[in-house]
């Protein structure tokens, strides 16, 4: 399978605690896009990649969340210190820019449950 | 402030019937709108792309219209299917890349 694909798909954790999860993006494509999404509402946008450059983070984004991207292939992100609200679906989408047009594909996400 | 808003909220249709759904957006210099189906606890799956230069996209069963100077788009699904029951989002692109997701729509097709 050549979508793109999220560690864990489900996480359950203690407030206070730190989590880390993975996106593989789908291969050749050169962004990458975390959104956050809560229940009954749309994904919100929270950071993005070209290649292994973080080109810009939402102000949703708190200092508890750090995500990478090394050498522009898989990217995580962490939380450190989680809190209740931070309880949400973690979305990774990954698309090819090509000539100023991109189509953004989707992984199954991460359902991350804080208690 | 840049908003999409996606009415009605939920909707529910026999089978069958054609379906409609509305997304509308605050600010009409967009680079692309794209809708997306979500099952529950599920992903998005890309339904239809439309650039900011077109005016619609087909796809089987699928239409999506793009009218940029009222800032609306329209999904018509023809002749629904219970298996086209799921969450439909629609998410405009107004900043190179950066998706604005509306709340979605909700649909139930009964057999």
């Known amino acids: 399978d050549t979508g793109v ?3 864990p798909r489900h996480k359950i954790t203690k407030r206070g605690q730190n989590v880390t999860f993975r996106c593989d993006p789908i291969s050749e494509h050169n ?7 809560t229940l009954g509402q749309g994904p919100e946008f929270l950071t993005y990649f070209q290649n292994e450059a973080q080109l810009e983070k939402s102000r949703l984004l708190s200092d508890r969340f750090s995500a990478e991207r090394p050498k522009g292939s898989f990217s995580t992100l962490e939380i450190q210190r989680t809190e209740q609200g931070d309880s949400a679906m973690y979305l990774c989408a990954s698309s090819l820019l090509l000539a100023g047009e991109e189509t953004q594909y989707f992984g199954p996400g991460t359902r991350l449950l804080v208690l | 402030k840049q908003e999409v808003t996606q009415i009605p909220a939920a909707l529910s249709v026999p089978e069958g019937e054609n379906l409609v759904l509305n997304c509308s957006f605050t600010d009409s210099a967009i680079y692309n709108l794209q809708w997306f189906r979500q099952d529950p606890g599920k992903g ?13 996209q087909t796809s089987g069963r699928l239409n999506a219209s ?11 699904i023809a002749a629904s299917q219970p298996g086209d029951s799921a969450t439909y989002l ?10 604005q997701f509306g709340a979605g729509t909700q649909v139930v097709v009964t057999p």
Do not use: H, M, P
């Open chain 1, 31 to 37: 962004r990458l896009y975390w959104y956050r999404q």
């Open chain 2, 66 to 76: 793009l009218d940029k100077s009222s800032g609306r788009s329209t999904l018509y």
């Open chain 2, 90 to 99: 629609c998410a405009v692109d107004f900043s190179w890349g950066k998706l």
């Open chain 2, 44 to 56: 998005l799956t890309s339904l239809l792309l439309i650039q900011s230069s077109q005016r619609e």
């Open chain 1, 5 to 7: 694909s999220q560690n």
